[in-house]
């Protein structure tokens, strides 16, 4: 049973320090999302690529956060510096890819809190 | 702009009835194709069912089907014959050219089936 698998699953850090969220996406997947969930904003997406290359990362505050793919199986999400107000759970998905409307398949979340 | 527009923030059903998850989008593309996730207390989300906007059979999976209306710009999800299991929030989304074929989500429904 394929499943898209994130780490850490929960974390927890001070204001101004460095967090790394990783994801590896269902093999032969081509397609990456970055989501955030909060209460007031639901689902918003931060970034997605298709075939390792940054398709769309509107979403996401540049000054503090960076995605990347360095390779098909690892996606990684960067906030540098932290703040309380990135505290949310991050998701990742993956997508095969190849449709037009391409169904996602969620990993199970990265609960981040910033205190 | 896209929209999806879910009415019911909180919905009860009594165990083995059946359950309409109202939504509605809009979008200007003739072409896009509507979701529906379930996130259970533990925080995943997982896909359940897709419509494409052409297509001409309303989706069914299992005792999932989705009530797809393109004139009224509704995808309402009905789950059949509720189980306890079923209890949690589900997610309409859409994904069209128009928003570069991105997710877009609703606010969610949280379903609470009742024994």
């Known amino acids: 049973d394929a499943r898209v698998t994130q780490t850490p699953r929960h974390k927890v850090t001070e204001m101004g320090q460095e967090v790394t969220m990783r994801c590896q996406p269902i093999?032969?997947?081509?397609?990456v999302f970055w989501y955030r969930q909060t209460m007031m904003q639901g689902l918003e997406l931060l970034a997605y690529?298709?075939?390792?290359?940054?398709?769309?990362d509107s979403g996401m505050p540049k000054d503090r956060f960076s995605a990347e793919m360095p390779d098909a199986t690892l996606a990684t999400l960067k906030i540098q510096p932290s703040e309380p107000r990135d505290s949310a759970v991050y998701f990742c998905?993956?997508?095969?890819?190849?449709?037009?409307?391409?169904?996602?398949?969620f990993g199970p979340g990265t609960r981040l809190t910033v205190l | 702009a896209q929209k999806i527009t879910q009415t019911q923030p909180g919905m009860f059903v009594q165990e083995k009835e059946a359950v309409t998850l109202d939504c509605t989008y809009d979008?200007?593309?003739?072409?896009?194709?509507l979701f529906w996730y379930k996130q259970p207390s533990s925080g995943e989300m997982i896909f359940l069912i897709y419509?494409?906007?052409?297509?001409?059979q309303n989706a069914t999976e299992g005792r999932y089907s989705l009530n797809f209306q393109k004139a009224r710009k509704s995808a309402n999800l009905v789950i059949s014959a509720s189980q306890l299991g079923d209890s949690a929030m589900y997610f309409c989304?859409?994904?069209?050219?128009?928003?570069?074929?991105?997710?877009?989500f609703g606010s969610g429904t949280r379903l609470l089936v009742r024994p």
């Open positions: 998905a993956s997508g095969p890819g190849g449709v037009v409307f391409d169904t996602q398949y």
């Open positions: 093999l032969g997947h081509n397609t």
């Open positions: 690529f298709r075939n390792r290359a940054p398709l769309d």
């Open positions: 979008t200007s593309d003739p072409s896009y194709g």
């Open positions: 419509q494409g906007s052409y297509d001409q």
């Open positions: 989304a859409m994904s069209a050219m128009d928003s570069s074929y991105k997710l877009i």
